[in-house]
């Protein structure tokens, strides 16, 4: 089974056990993996809580769930290697002027052949125009 890039919002979606009807379309035919700099936003959310859109109006004992699985990840979530995906990173970034997030995502989809879902409230032009440039599949989900 092929895998999909999910962002932070998507990734907290899934381990609270908060599956949206999009989500669970991509997740029926795709495993999920995420990003190194995806991973450390979620898991900067639940340490602080600062009323960020992620975790800020969460509850502390959820936040703690979370935070207890972001500690032991579930092996059926791929990371991809920040190692495997740093060079083309920079060559994204150059040339589609995107932030390290963004270039991470667009290069860890391109690595997997696999589509970049975002959450619709961090859909971005240069981050959806960098995976059309690579002819990569980028998709929006709400919730």
Not at 23 to 52: F, I, K, M, Q, W
Not at 63 to 80: E, S
Not at 99 to 107: G, I, M, R, V
């Amino acid at each position: 089974m092929s895998k999909a890039v999910l962002d932070d919002h998507l990734l907290r979606d899934l381990l609270s056990g908060d599956v949206g009807s999009e989500l669970a379309s991509v997740l029926a035919d795709h495993e999920p993996a995420t990003t190194n700099l995806y991973l450390v936003r979620l898991c900067r959310s639940v340490v602080a809580a600062a009323g960020g859109a992620l975790t800020g109006s969460w509850p502390a004992d959820a936040r703690q769930a979370l935070g207890r699985q972001l500690v032991a990840l579930p092996d059926d979530i791929a990371v991809v290697p920040m190692r495997t995906v740093a060079f083309r990173m920079a060559e994204l970034a150059h040339a589609h002027r995107l932030s390290a997030l963004s270039a991470e995502a667009t290069a860890a989809s391109e690595h997997l052949d696999a589509p970049l879902c975002v959450w619709t409230g961090d859909d971005g032009p240069r981050l959806r125009a960098a995976v059309a440039a690579t002819g990569g599949d980028y998709r929006t989900i709400g919730h």
